[in-house]
Structure formats: structure tokens, C-alpha cells
């Protein structure tokens, strides 16, 4: 009930509008308002009113301007960060190591043997020995099929408009013609030893040679006598380059030019490492690594032993099998009692340096990281060496970081709002933005190359790439990994943790042991691990490892919002009464009077629609209305017809009739009483 008054109100309302006109509802502002400026427009002289009126104007307008500028600022969400520094009790970190060398060369050698007998050969023709110097001619013949999945060559760009490749193990050689060396190869060019060509570089992992002229046809190599000692570096136009094709025997190729042979052979050599090794079983690949008794000789954590059970382990494709310390998977994470060295995690390690593999690990040592638990350990990017023969102390810092989530900044919580699935997540780890990286470049490397890259995680139903079943995996790995486009894609798919914790390392390192005393260390970790009254460590495999906080002071970083609601309205509210003398209730005065602008412009549209309204009708009936008489007439009398006035002459026209005719009711008509009803109206007494 309430609510059909409200709306029968409304209804009134409507219909009977503010009651004045625009012009009325101004001055009636004007004269009203709260805001300074508007009363004196209408209350001064003709001069004045023009003076007020412009000030009044501009000023409006200037608080127009920064209430723009101050809601434009607010909306950008910007963020101040702060710095904090506590004191507490401290988790201690995850502590990760692996060998720098993935494998023992001693159980991968079955399978890298010819990849090693073509990288010797190869090496030898780079370094040009003499004829009949080369251990060539005395082996097996190679296979050079495996060869031919993936080049060396050797460019040579003394003419660069015409630069020339020569295969290390082919005498023919290739022009390029108006391509570059990063371009698609030409047809080959079979050259005889007459044509004066520049034979391929003596080139070494420091030094470059030009060659030398007229080379015999009997030599089926590139070698070359070596270069006068007087050469100079603008004639060391040689370069060793890596040539990756589409598909074997395709000249759509492109090639991976290196500044030095050491850095192409290492390349080169892990290419195809990665294509046999991706075909090994995993549990297979672990047994070929480092294991934890062979390589944890000795653990310390405070006061407390512990030994290699006390490690976690897990593969990483980099460097094989890798151990990590107070991970907390399966138990509670340790905390740190006291800062210092003599509270922190000590460890001795073995890295059997004389067991790598000569043309894959050019480094030797451990790779060590410090991470929160649960995390991945992205040793290539976050990690540090430890070098052999040495005692290495790493001091920690803390710092602690603490971002704003949208809209003020573009991060995540836990990586459930990020569109790349986190292949990662089969380590039961947390989310980080490593992972989202390199799971994007593998989804996509999967979509585009239609296999997998060895040193990323597999989804279901994928395999890894490999040069007999995907032989263009190469060609199309390089294109992505080079690819700005597929890079950013990455990027801007995937987010940074809003919380995160960093590690701030301190390293410092010493030879150990000592030459006095490295006698009896040697004999004891020897006898420890072997049980053997021999020697069998050297300085060159042994490392010892000392992990703690420098103190237990730790830095928060947070961002907090640097312009709040509060901000908005109190800097709105101060521009408007600095500029104009208003408050709040001036804002809802104003308000009033757009809303009575309103009203009378809804009024006035519907008085225009009921005045068309009418004047439509009048257009369809351009006569006058019957009268009632004749109305009344037409209905009674079936044979009346109007007569026209307009046709009858002017002396003779009739004088109008009544506009109301004349009552004919029965209850006029007096009966006898004998006639009425019971039911009459008529009271009886």
C-alpha cells in the first residue's frame, strides 16, 4: 500500500514538475548556494556580475582540473616501498649442491663414444696437423652420420660479399653467395686447388690463423700450413659455426657463429649429448650420476651429525643428480639456533673431478643454491660454484619481500591465476616465476617443434626431441630460443610471487686443505669412504663447504599504497574549498539542481509529446466534433442525416441547436403505486 502512494506521489510529481523554468531554477541556485561566487553574480552591478562570472568560471574550472589530475593519480595505484629490519628466530634455508659434471664419463661412455671419436678427429682437422700426423687414418672409421645431424663448418669471410663454408670432414665447399652465414645455404661449390682459396682457419680457443693459398688436391682436408706469426687480428676472418637445417640434406639452414672454437665445440657437443642422452630412461640417468655416498663425505649441522640421508634427492637435467638439504618435503625446516659459522650447515664434498666428461663440464666443481622449501632449485640462474681444494664460507642475509596484489601491481599468490600450466608442479615445489618461464618455452617448444627439449619438464604423452625421430629439432630450437616474439609472450603470460624470500650471500674462500695438513685429512676421508688404507682423494676433487647467517637481522621490503581513498577525498575536498569555498553540502546542493534540471526537462518532453500527440489527431479529423445532440440524434433516429452547414447559404443557416438534449427518463413519469416493485427505491413509512 505504501508503495502504490510512493508511486502515485511520484506519479503527481511528474505531472507537476519543479515549478519554474531553467532560467528560475538558476537564480534560485544562485541566491541559495552555499559557494562563494554564485550569490554575487546575481546580487552586484552589471560590471561586477561579469567580473564574478569569470572568476567564478575559472576557478571551477581549475578545481575541475586537478580533481582530473588527483583521480588520474589515484587510479595509476601507485606504491611506496618501505624498509623494515627485525630480529627472530630464522628457518634455515634450503641448501641445494650438485656436481658440476651431470655424469660419471665412466658410465655414459658406451653412449657418448662415437660423439667423442668425431669431436677428437674434428678438433685435430680444425687445429690442421701435418699430412699423416692425424690419428685418423689408424681408427675405425666414424660415424659420420651422426656427423651430419648436426655440422661444424668453418666460415671464411676474408670476402664478405662472397663469404665461403667448408665441412671439417668434406673438401667441398659451399658459397654463399649474397647470403650471410645466418642465412639459407646455397648450392655447393666443388672448388679445385687452383682457384687460390682461403683454406680453412687454424683457429684455436684463443688463436685465429689466416690460411694459406693454392692448396694441393691431395690433401683431403682443410688443413693448411700455419699462418706467419705477423698476422693481424683484421686478417683473422675465420669462424667456426654451428649448422642447424630444417631437415637433413635441406638448404633451409641457418648457423650459430661463435667468436671462439671452444665455445662452438661446447655447444656443438651438448646439442648432441642432449639428442643421445633424451633417450635414456630416467632411472637409468640417475644411476649414471653422482650418488649421495659417494659424494657427501661429511655433514655438520650446528652441533647436530648428519650425513647423506639427511638429503633429498632430485634430477636436474644441468647437472644430474643434485641433493638437497632441509628441503622440507617430509619433515618440519630446521631453524637456526644462534648466528655464526659455528651454527650453520658443514659439509666436505667429492666431485671425482677425474671422472667427467672432457667435452661437456669445461667447468669443475659444485653447484650450490640457497632457497626457501618447497621451492625448485634453478641452479643455472640462481647458483654459485664452490671450487675444488678449497674452503668455502658463505655468510647469509635475509631479505624478505612483500608486494601489493592487483590492481597495484601484477603479481601472484600461488600461480593459480597464471594461464601457463606449471610443469614444475610434478616436484610437488611452489610456484615461481623460473618455473612459469621455462614451462611456457617448453609448451611452447612442444607446440611448434612437436617434442620436447631434454633439460624441461615433460607434459603427459610427450617425448623428448632427439636427432633419428625429430631430426629439425635443433634448427627449431635455436629459432625459438632467438625468437623476441615467443619470449614475450612469456613474459607477459607469466607474474612474480607477491611474497618472496631472497638469500644475500657473503663468500669468501681459502685453500684446504693445508699442505701440512692435507696428509692425514686425505687418509682419513679415503679410509671413511672406501675403507682403504690408500690415499684415493686429491685436492682436486675435495670441497668443503661452510653455510650460516651472518646474524639474525632480517630486511623486509614492503610496498604499501601510496594513494589511498582517504587521500582521493580529503585532496578533492581541499582543491574545492581552496578554489570555490565549498564543502560536501555544496556538492549535494548541486546535485539538487541537476536533479530539478531534470524534472523540468522530462516535463517538457512530455508536454511536447502530448502537443504532437494532439496535433496529429487534429490532422485526421479536420472538422469540428459532433455535438452531443448530434450524437444522440444519430443513435435514435437510424435515417438522420447531418446537415453540412457549410452548404446551406449564409441568410439561411440555422441557428445552432442545444448542446444537451433534453432528458427523456422514465423515472420521471408518475405511476400508480400498485405498479412499483418491491425492490423500488422508493421508502415506504
Known sequence: MNLKKYFIRALHRLQKGPGYTYKELLVWYCDNTNTHGPKRIIKEGPKKKLIWFFLTLLFASLVFWQWGILINTYLSYNVTSSLSIGFKTMKFPAVTVCNANPFKYSEVKHLLKELDRLIEVALERILRPTPGNSSENA??????????????VLID???KDNPVIVDIFESNQTALGNETAGGNQTAADNQTAADNQTAADNQTAADNQTAADNQTAADNQTAAPPAQANTTSEEKKYKLAVKLCSHQGSDNCTYRNFTSAAQAVTEWYILQSTSILSKVPLQERIRMGYQAEDMILACLYGAEPCNYKN???IYHPDHGNCY???WGMDEEALNSSNPGAEFGLKLILDISQQDYIPYLSSAAGARLMLHQQKSFPFLKDQGIYAMAGTETSIGVLVDELERMGYPYSDCTMNGSDVPVKNLYSQYNTSYSIQA???????NHMIEICGCGHYMFPLPERVNYCNNEDYPGWAYCYSSLRSSIRHRQICIDSCK??????QYKMTISMADWPS??????IFHILSYERDMSTNVTLDRNGIIKLNIYFQEYNYRTISESAATTIVWLLSSLGGQFGFWMGGSVLCLIEFGEIIIDALW????NMISWCKGLKQKRVQARYPDAPPTVSELVEAHTNLGFQHEDTDALPRDKVLPPEPGTPPPNYDSLRVQPLDVLGPDSDTETE
Open 139 to 152: 681408427s675405425p672409421p666414424l660415424d659420420l652420420e651422426l656427423w651430419h645431424q648436426i655440422p661444424l
Open 157 to 159: 669471410e676474408h670476402d
Open 311 to 313: 638429503f633429498t634427492q
Open 324 to 326: 638437497i638439504f632441509n
Open 436 to 442: 612459469c618461464l621455462r614451462s611456457c618455452f617448453q
Open 496 to 501: 612474480e610471487t607477491c611474497n618472496d624470500t
Open 515 to 520: 699442505e701440512a695438513s692435507e696428509d692425514w
Open 600 to 603: 523540468i526537462t522530462i516535463i
